[in-house]
């Protein structure tokens, strides 16, 4: 009855380690698997595009990224996509919504680690489109609006590793990214908040 006993608690023990291993690590960037860094600019690993037949749901045009850091990090951070799709991110995420100015990208970059879909416009998009853009987080838990200065397309959506050139919010395809990626099968903390 005793081994029995000690066996299932082994058991038990081995799968709660597991679990830890496989969490972001929390807020302060202090525990397994987490990175705090100090010092100099860090650039984001390098992380490569790929174009496969998209799945089903899944919008056509969306270019997949692999490869991408989850480390944690309070300096700022050169991406190598515009705006970014992962990478080093800062131990806080930005909350979830919409926002006229923009966030810092290492924070929108740790909500798309908890499964958000950040939307970016360019500053000067017209009224109108920012405010179908603003429709957009309605009713959602994990989509975030921002304008981001630079990026390639007047509007852009992006989630952990995946991402979306759109040159109008009225783009069909926009409704189909947040629907297939916002907490989707790309999601490396499926259940975190934003």
């Given at each position: 009855?005793?081994s029995s006993?000690?066996?299932?608690?082994?058991?038990?023990?081995?799968?709660?380690a597991?679990?830890?291993?496989?969490?972001?690590?929390?807020?302060?960037?202090?525990s397994?698997?987490?990175t705090?860094?100090?010092?100099?600019?860090?650039?984001?690993?390098?992380?490569?595009?790929?174009?496969?037949?998209?799945p089903?749901?899944?919008?056509?045009?969306?270019v997949s990224?692999?490869?991408?850091?989850?480390?944690?990090t309070?300096?700022?951070?050169?991406?190598?996509?515009?705006?970014?799709?992962?990478g080093p991110?800062d131990?806080?995420?930005?909350?979830?919504?919409?926002?006229?100015?923009?966030?810092r990208?290492?924070?929108?970059?740790?909500?798309?680690?908890?499964?958000?879909?950040?939307?970016t416009?360019?500053?000067?998009?017209?009224?109108?489109e920012?405010?179908a853009?603003?429709?957009?987080?309605?009713?959602?838990?994990?989509?975030?609006?921002?304008?981001?200065?630079?990026?390639?397309?007047?509007?852009?959506?992006s989630?952990?590793?995946e991402?979306?050139?759109?040159?109008?919010?009225?783009?069909?395809?926009?409704?189909?990214?947040?629907?297939?990626?916002?907490?989707?099968?790309?999601?490396?903390e499926?259940?975190?908040?934003?």
């Amino acid at each position: 009855m005793r081994s029995s006993h000690l066996a299932r608690f082994g058991s038990v023990s081995l799968l709660l380690a597991l679990v830890g291993l496989a969490a972001c690590g929390g807020d302060d960037g202090g525990s397994p698997g987490a990175t705090a860094t100090s010092g100099p600019t860090r650039p984001a690993v390098t992380a490569s595009p790929t174009t496969l037949a998209a799945p089903t749901g899944q919008p056509a045009g969306v270019v997949s990224y692999s490869g991408l850091s989850q480390d944690h990090t309070t300096d700022d951070v050169t991406y190598e996509q515009i705006p970014p799709v992962g990478g080093p991110h800062d131990p806080t995420w930005e909350p979830c919504g919409f926002y006229r100015s923009p966030i810092r990208k290492e924070m929108g970059v740790h909500s798309m680690e908890h499964g958000a879909v950040w939307i970016t416009h360019i500053p000067e998009l017209a009224a109108t489109e920012v405010a179908a853009l603003q429709a957009m987080v309605v009713g959602r838990t994990h989509v975030l609006v921002s304008p981001f200065a630079g990026i390639p397309s007047p509007v852009v959506a992006s989630a952990w590793g995946e991402q979306l050139l759109l040159e109008s919010a009225a783009d069909p395809r926009l409704a189909q990214f947040v629907e297939f990626f916002e907490e989707g099968p790309q999601t490396p903390e499926l259940g975190a908040p934003c």
